[in-house]
Structures are given as C-alpha cells and as structure tokens.
C-alpha cells in the first residue's frame, strides 16, 4: 500500500461503511422506523439543527467538566498509590470494588443528592474515567526501574525528587494513552446519566425523539455522539503525541 | 582524618530475612580504602560484591558492625556518591546532556543555583565531559539514538558530574561486547587519571580488574568475605597491549585460581 493509501484507508472504510448501510436500506426495502438510511439521519440532523445544538452543547459541557474533574482526582490519587506500595495494597481493591459497579446503577443515587439534570450527568463522567487514569498513572509510577531508583537514591535523592523526576514523566505516557480511553467513557457515563435522568443534553433528546418515532432524529443524536468522541480522542491523540513522543522514539 | 582510611568497613556483616529464613550476605568484613584510590572488588556471583556497594552508598544498612568515611560514621556528613549499573538506565525524554546534568538538579550544594545555571554554567560542565568521553556530537540527541557503549560512556559522565567523592561501579559494563569493553577502559582510565577519584568497582570480569584497579579484592563465595588483597604494579597509563603481556597474562591466572579454588565457607561447608 502506498502511505497516501493507508493514510486514507481509514476515511474510505468509513465511507464504504455509510455507503452499504444506505444501499442495503433502499435494496431490502427496510422501513425508517427500524433503520433509516445515512442519508435519511443527515436529513434529520439538517432539519431539527437548531434544537439539536443546546443539547449537543450540554452533553459536551457535563462531559468535559466531569472528564477535567475525573482526570484531577485520577491522577492524583494514581500518583499517591504508584508512589506508595502500602497505599497500593489498601487502596486497589476498593476502587476494583467501585469500578465493577456498572455506572448506570449509580445515576439513581446521584439524582437522589442533587436532583435530575447537570449535575449528575458530571459526576457519572467523572466516576466512569478515574480508574483506568489511576491503573495506568499508578502502573507507570511504581515500575521505575529499580537501578534508576538506586542512581537516584545514592544522590540522597527525597522521595519527592525520585517522583518528580523519574516516575512522574515516566508514567506520562501511560496518563495520556489512559486519556484518549478516558474520554470516550465519559462520554458514555454523561449520556448515561442525561438518559435515566435530565431534561437536556444528547441523551435525553434521544429518548424523547424515540419516544416519539422519530426514528432519523434519534440516529442522528448517535452520530453526534460518534463525532464528539472521535474529535475529542484526535484533540488526545495529537496532544498525546506532543507531550510525550519520546515514549515513541519519533522526534 | 587521613587519607590512608578515606573509606572504613569495620567488621561489616548484613543478614537478610527474619529469623529461621536468615541467610547471610556477607560475613563481618573489614576494608579500607585509601582517598585517590581505585579497588576492584572480585568473586564469584552472590559473593556480596554489589552489596559492599550498596552499603557505602547507604542504600543498604549493616546488620553488623560500622562504616566510617573520612573518619565519621556514615550518615554523619553525606558521602557524595557517583554510581554506576550495568543498565545505563537513562530517561528517555531527556537529551544525553539533560540526563548528564540530573545530578546537578538533586545534589547539594548545586541543586541550589540549577535553574539559573543550567543553560550556562552546568551546561558547559556537561559539555566538557561529554567531549572527554568523546561523546561531544551526541549531547542533544535522544539516549535511544545511542549505542550501548556509548549510553555508558553517558552512564560514566553522569556518575561523575557532580564532582563525586566516590565513584561505585557495579559491573558497568558487563552488557557490551570485548571491543567496546577495551575502548571504555580506556576512557575510565583516562577520568580516573584526570580527576583522581575514589573508585570501587564492582566486576566478574578479571581482565577488567586487573587493567583498571590499584588493588585488588578478592571474594569467597556466598557469603562474602575477602579472601585475597593485593595491589596490581603496572604503571600508568596502561596500554591494552598491557593485557596480552606474561605478568598480567599470570596475574589474571592467580586471581582466577583464587575464585575457582576459593575454600568454602564455613557455614556453607557444614550444612
């Protein structure tokens, strides 16, 4: 393959995906009500424009505030158990414990302390992209290569300069790929939370457009959601690479 | 204080584990080690070589008996320590010159003045022994974009950067091939001549001993004790054809009989 070709490979795929699905649609005669085509959801996403975008925005807003407030606590609480083998032991199988919760199970709780709307679509954002921040920020920090850790502890090093200068630039790579992870998955948890409980956002607007059978409406809302996340992992991917391409050996 | 007894092992022993499951690394062992003096710790592996490193480094504790470095017990006044592993262990994100220049952000007194002078001052104290290890052209690359050889040339500047008491080498080049070895001696000569440190190093490699060292130590096997000391008269600065001459041919021969024929231990040899 020519690199042009690879480099295109991914857009043609996605393509060829959208150009099936709206042949397949008008050849086995499917009706909009089940699955309408490409085309059909495009329409719908021209047509009710205006009403879509505060919802969009809201869904955007709640993710990002929740993923900013998921990443601070994450990394913080990756570093304080990569950093300590005592924390480590006491801490892992706590936040195991709450990560198995399945976050949908949560929302009811939360819309019982703040009540329906923003607030709990930020906190499931939030709690949905913690843990696998502190998996990775902790896995980078407390596999330091012990020789390292000898250099620096002969130059009577503190806890706190091996940290700052060895494990905290060496788990940046770890952080940011757990970033582009993170990102999608509060997409996921403010979705979540706008379907069970809100008056706004992408979720509830699926849900009433469903409700309603408007059948386009709700796939174009899930086509929002696709874009939103794709965007937001590039933004990652593009910060990730210039933060730490070292870890890539590209210069 | 005199500099015949620079570094002091007195009757220093360490156990490790608790109880029933104690094995013992080291068996009580005396050394002293005069300033401007370069040792070669010998013996086979387990023997406790690297673990005399760790405890004058303070990396490790005695189980038994005191160390003294210029005189004080250690602990008292920091010991300046340089050190040096088989894995040169660079950071990856940071140019050779900035992975060079880590001690001078840590040790005192330099990490006081590091920000100031780290594009000035530090900057050309790198460069300088970047040149003398003749690495000159490579001090902004990436410590990936090197070879072995040459990440421990880098490994060597940054043990020696900050104007160590001590420089510890643990078997720092135990991962390169004889031709690299040969080449790297050399150049650690040439630090040692110039700057006329204190050097202990830690070695299986019996030529690499006898080409580098002042004196040599030899260890039994686990655990450790000296069963062998002796200095090594060649004059300096020693040519590598050095090691292919009788008298060293013969003085790596002994050192070699003396590991392989080493007496058991006691303990060992009753159980």
């Not at chain 2, 023997?47 to 005399?52: D, E, L, M, R």
Request: aromatic share 10%; with cysteine; proline share 6%.
């Amino acid at each position: 393959m020519t690199p042009v070709l690879r480099k295109l490979a991914p857009v043609i795929l996605i393509v060829s995906v959208f150009v099936f699905w709206e042949l397949f649609c008008i050849l086995a005669g499917i009706s909009e009500l089940v699955l309408p085509r490409p085309t059909r959801i495009l329409a719908a996403f021209l047509e009710y424009k205006a009403a879509i975008w505060p919802h969009a925005q809201q869904t955007l807003y709640t993710t990002l505030v929740g993923f900013t407030f998921g990443v601070a606590i994450g990394l913080s609480l990756g570093v304080l158990i990569g950093s300590s083998k005592l924390a480590y032991d006491t801490a892992y199988p706590l936040l195991v414990g709450i990560s198995s919760i399945p976050k949908v199970a949560v929302v009811p709780i939360f819309v019982l302390w703040f009540g329906a709307g923003t607030v709990p679509a930020i906190l499931t954002a939030m709690i949905i992209c913690i843990f696998p921040i502190v998996v990775n920020v902790s896995t980078g920090i407390a596999t330091v290569e012990p020789e390292l850790e000898d250099v620096m502890r002969s130059l009577k090093a503190s806890r706190w300069e091996i940290l700052w200068n060895v494990g905290l630039p060496r788990s940046m790579p770890y952080f940011f790929a757990s970033l582009k992870g993170a990102i999608t998955l509060s997409f996921v948890g403010s979705v979540i939370a706008e379907t069970v409980a809100s008056n706004k956002g992408v979720g509830n607007m699926m849900l009433i457009a469903s409700s309603s059978f408007n059948v386009p409406l709700v796939f174009s809302g899930l086509m929002i959601l696709a874009v939103m996340g794709i965007s937001l992992y590039a933004i990652f991917s593009v910060i990730e690479r210039r933060m730490v391409g070292w870890a890539l050996r590209k210069q | 204080m005199s500099d015949a007894r620079f570094v002091e092992l007195d009757k220093v022993g360490v156990t490790f584990g608790q109880a029933a499951e104690q094995t013992e690394a080291l068996q009580p062992t005396s050394l002293t080690i005069a300033k401007g003096d370069f040792l070669a710790l010998v013996g086979p592996s387990g023997c406790g070589k690297s673990t005399i490193l760790k405890l004058i480094s303070e990396l490790l504790t005695p189980t038994t008996g005191n160390i003294f470095f210029g005189g004080r017990e250690l602990g008292a006044n920091p010991v300046r320590v340089g050190m040096a592993f088989q894995s040169a262990s660079l950071l990856p994100w940071m140019s050779v010159r900035d992975n060079i220049m880590l001690p001078l952000k840590i040790v005192p007194p330099f990490k006081a003045g590091f920000s100031a002078k780290k594009s000035g001052e530090y900057r050309e104290r790198a460069d300088a022994l970047l040149e003398q290890v003749g690495l000159e052209d490579f001090a902004d690359k990436s410590p990936w974009q090197l070879s072995g050889g040459m990440m421990q040339r880098a490994n060597l500047c940054r043990a020696l950067i900050h104007d160590p008491d001590l420089l510890l080498l643990d078997e720092p080049f135990g991962a390169l091939d004889q031709f690299t070895h040969e080449e790297l001696w050399q150049t650690l000569q040439d630090l040692w001549l110039d700057r006329k440190s204190t050097v202990i190093l830690v070695t299986h490699d019996l030529r690499e001993a006898a080409y580098l060292a002042n004196r040599i130590c030899v260890m039994s096997p686990r655990p450790g004790r000296i069963v062998d000391d002796r200095t090594v008269p060649f004059a300096r600065p020693r040519p590598i054809d050095i090691t292919f001459e009788q008298e060293f041919v013969t003085l790596v021969q002994r050192l070699r009989s003396l590991i392989v024929h080493a007496p058991k231990s006691k303990k060992v040899a009753a159980a």
